[in-house]
């Protein structure tokens, strides 16, 4: 019964409601392996907007890597990567996303996910141009912020010309 509540309808039935996990959110990944595309991102925390922007991304073949340049570095036109400037505490986090010719919005809101400090990456590369999504489950606060530091690191590097 951990997880659900029972509570009584104005009909007086009995309704169940699955309660929702909370979450640290602690990055947002977007990876475009197609043509160029926009990726519109709405991050909620506990049902508010904490994040919203669009992203270009331009496609993969577009982008010359003589250097084999981490892929995370600012430089790199198919991938962002976006660091919390919201509240990381325990809370309900969703994504909603879409591309820029799509008018449904899609949706995805880590109910299913039981980690509590977790990642998303939002990939674009399938033929019909979707996007799809997938959750990274960190067993800690520290391995999360192990991903964002490499990311900062990489991007620090490649500005002094010394990414490996």
Same mark, same amino acid.
């Given at each position: 019964m951990i997880g659900m509540t029972a509570t009584t309808g104005s009909t007086g039935r009995l309704q169940l409601n699955t309660l929702t996990r909370k979450h640290k959110l602690w990055y947002i990944e977007?990876?475009?392996?197609?043509? @160029?595309v926009a990726v519109d991102l709405r991050v #909620?925390?506990?049902?508010?907007?904490?994040? +919203?922007?669009?992203?270009?991304?331009?496609?993969?073949?577009s982008y010359e890597n003589p250097n084999n340049v981490a892929r995370y570095v600012?430089?790199?036109? #198919?991938?962002?990567?976006r660091k919390p400037t919201w509240d990381t505490d325990?809370?309900?986090?969703?994504?909603? #996303?879409?591309?820029?010719?799509?008018?449904?919005?899609?949706? +995805? @809101?880590?109910?299913?996910?039981?980690?509590?400090?977790?990642?998303?990456?939002?990939?674009v590369? @399938?033929?019909?141009?979707?996007a799809e999504?997938?959750?990274?489950?960190? +067993?800690?606060?520290?391995?999360?912020?192990?991903?964002?530091?490499?990311? +900062?690191?990489e991007r620090e590097n490649h500005s002094n010309g010394t990414s490996t």
């Open positions: 977007l990876r475009n392996a197609l043509n @160029s #909620y925390r506990n049902q508010s907007i904490v994040h +919203e922007d669009r992203y270009e991304l331009d496609g993969v073949e600012a430089d790199v036109p #198919y991938v962002r990567f325990l809370a309900q986090f969703a994504l909603e #996303y879409k591309l820029a010719h799509q008018t449904e919005w899609n949706r +995805e @809101s880590f109910d299913d996910i039981e980690t509590q400090n977790i990642g998303a990456t939002i990939s590369g @399938s033929r019909n141009h979707d999504i997938r959750v990274h489950e960190h +067993e800690s606060e520290a391995d999360a912020q192990e991903i964002i530091e490499y990311v +900062e690191n």
